[in-house]
């Protein structure tokens, strides 16, 4: 069970709202590449990890991608609060404002609601886990490219935070799949799958 802290994990406090660039950063709330995806992708992955460290692992991640999920939410509500129809209909915001007016709603910058063909689940130990080192490295590029698409400070300052973060991730998952490969017959490395097949005493 988790304790929920009634605080971000790294604070938001956008001074000017900006519809236009909301538009961009909400990828990281519903897009492939985002917050949502990951968060969900992890907390299901753990169930069938066979190695209680790694599992361990995949439930701090994917709670903390919660956390961010949390922080990008703030960031949009920010960037789209107290607008004017001058401001929604000059911004392009008008197609996004519309449908869900200024609530939070998990699309990506294209449009597409979030989906959960976003999320990877194979339930294969090395499937998963290089599935999450893909996943953070394109976040990464998702919150970089956010990064050269804004110079407001108090937005930067946050998306430089969660891309850390996702470097971070990154790193530990390295070591689960060392961890994991270790623990593996090396002759039958990818040959079998190991969560189902040294249950049945295969080699």
């Known amino acids: 069970m988790w304790a929920y802290e009634k605080k971000l994990q790294y604070p938001v406090k956008i001074k000017n709202p900006n519809p236009k660039l909301a538009q961009i950063i909400i990828s990281q709330l519903g897009g492939p590449d985002g917050e949502l995806a ?118 930067r300052d946050p998306i430089k935070y969660l891309r850390e973060r996702e470097l971070v991730h990154y790193q530990r998952f390295s070591d689960a799949l060392r961890i994991t490969a270790d623990e593996l017959d090396k002759k039958n490395f990818y040959a079998f799958n190991p969560a189902f097949d040294m249950k049945k005493g295969k080699n």
């Not at 999920?69 to 197609?95: C, H, P, W």
């Not at 609601?113 to 599935?131: F, H, Q, R, S």
């Open 38 to 155: 990951a968060s969900m992708r992890y907390l299901n992955q753990r169930y069938s990890m066979p190695n209680k460290k790694v599992a361990g692992l995949l439930t701090d991640i994917g709670t903390e991608e919660l956390a961010h999920l949390e922080m990008v939410a703030a960031i949009l509500y920010q960037l789209t609060r107290n607008l004017s129809e001058k401001e929604i209909n000059d911004s392009g915001f008008a197609t996004y404002f519309v449908d869900h007016t200024t609530g939070i709603y998990p699309v990506a910058a294209s449009g597409v609601p979030t989906d959960m063909k976003y999320i990877g689940v194979k339930g294969d130990v090395i499937a998963d886990l290089n599935e999450d080192l893909a996943a953070e490295q394109k976040a990464r590029v998702t919150y970089d490219n956010i990064l050269r698409l804004t110079d407001d400070p108090d937005v």
